[in-house]
């Protein structure tokens, strides 16, 4: 069995197979007269496409030349072991063949029985040659798991085929929030005003209220326009537009569904509640089924995107931690790479160690190292530099 993730391509494909499937179930349960011959061709179509996915997934080339049976063959070749149900297959191969270029009516009855062994031949050679499981196969899966955003569009996809429209909206929101809205997030420029909020720097190391415009940022504006939880987003356009293009988002795609689902709020802390913004007109309006299938995928694929470019972009290793020997107490941090800066403060009592992010020669001329400390009294944060002559290369 195949333990690779599907690729995106064969993901499309298996779901037009599921549901070109579904649509020839529905048409062959039809009683007017004609609609045998439609589910018939859908159902041998749903077959053909699921073979072609199949050798896409396990690397067997083909062509458009390559007729059914054969498909079938080059799947049993590769896996080694025939494949369940080839019977009933070539049946239906042989009665689409008969309607398609003789024009027979297809047997109703024989297309109704031919619905289970077809669907099953789906699940069985999925389960067991492809690693997926036919049902649920969704574009989601490409999608890092651990992921929040991704929690929320399983969510969303769950209700969207339960029939909750009004959660999969919500759903879909909480991802478009996570990914782009937190951005955007005034609660830490709120907390600000009281002394209790990370400033500057300290925003994009939370990854919150970095891009939010500079004068929604004032008491004033608070005061006067935050109404409610979700006010405290105060997006910037043009930001958000440079993040799209970045991110290579379809802007319409974002725009339509950011408009087509309520607002939502949660401020990061741990088990913090979500917010909602139940618009009526979104809710519980005769367009919400037409919305949430249109939200749903449209979400989705921005995600794709997102997770797209992150994969193209390289960066250096966050984790790796290095650390330099303090050469005496109370070193002191200086605000340049030169001595002759001011000195933001001086290491703590005791601290003979020091974490350094990099190396540089100064403004003059000495070598320096980068620290970051945390300074007692008053409790406060330090960013600085240590002159090369305040550490030692000696083991403590």
């Known amino acids: 069995m195949s333990q690779r993730i599907p690729s995106e391509s064969v993901i499309r494909k298996i779901r037009v197979a599921r549901y070109l499937f579904n649509l020839a179930e529905s048409h062959i349960n039809d009683s007017s007269e004609l609609s ?99 049902t649920t196969l969704s574009l989601v899966d490409l999608l890092q798991e651990s992921l929040e955003t991704t929690k929320h569009l399983k969510a969303a996809e ?77 997006i910037d356009h043009d930001y958000m537009e440079r993040n799209l293009l970045t991110n290579g988002v379809d802007r319409h795609a974002f725009w339509n569904a950011h408009r087509l689902t309520p607002a939502v709020y949660n401020d990061g802390s741990a088990n913090s509640p979500w917010f909602i913004r139940r618009e009526f007109a979104l809710v519980q309006g005769e367009s919400i089924k037409a919305n949430a299938e249109y939200v749903f995928p449209a979400t989705v694929e921005m995600m794709l995107a997102v997770h797209r470019s992150r994969e193209k972009t390289k960066s250096k290793n966050f984790s790796a931690s290095f650390a330099i020997n303090l050469a005496h107490d109370e070193v002191p941090i200086y605000e340049k790479a030169d001595k002759t800066s001011k000195v933001m403060g001086h290491t703590p009592k005791g601290m003979n160690r020091i974490k350094t992010d990099f190396s540089v020669d100064g403004l003059d001329g000495d070598t320096y190292f980068s620290v970051s400390a945390v300074i007692e009294d008053p409790r406060q944060w330090l960013f600085g530099y240590v002159n090369n002559s305040d550490i030692t290369w000696d083991e403590i």
């Open 158 to 234: 769950a209700a969207l085929e339960r029939g909750d429209y009004e959660e999969c909206l919500i759903e879909c929101r909480k991802t478009i929030f996570l990914e782009f809205e937190v951005a955007f997030d005034l609660g830490p420029h709120l907390e600000n005003r009281t002394g209790k909020g990370l400033a500057g720097i300290g925003l994009h190391l939370i990854g919150r209220g970095y891009a939010v415009p500079f004068y929604t940022r004032q008491k004033e504006f608070i005061d006067k326009e935050v109404k409610n939880p979700t006010d405290l987003i105060q």
């Open 36 to 134: 045998v011959f439609a589910g018939a061709h859908l159902l041998q179509d749903a077959a053909e496409l699921f073979l072609v996915a199949a050798l896409e997934h396990l690397d067997v080339p083909i062509n458009v030349q390559t007729k059914f049976e054969t498909l079938i063959d080059l799947i049993e070749t590769k896996v080694g072991t025939p494949l369940p149900y080839r019977g009933h297959m070539n049946r239906l191969n042989r009665i689409r063949i008969d309607s398609k270029h003789h024009g027979g009516e297809p047997p109703k009855d024989e297309c109704k029985r031919l619905l289970v062994p077809v669907k099953a031949f789906f699940e069985d050679v999925s389960a067991s040659h492809l690693g997926i499981n036919f």
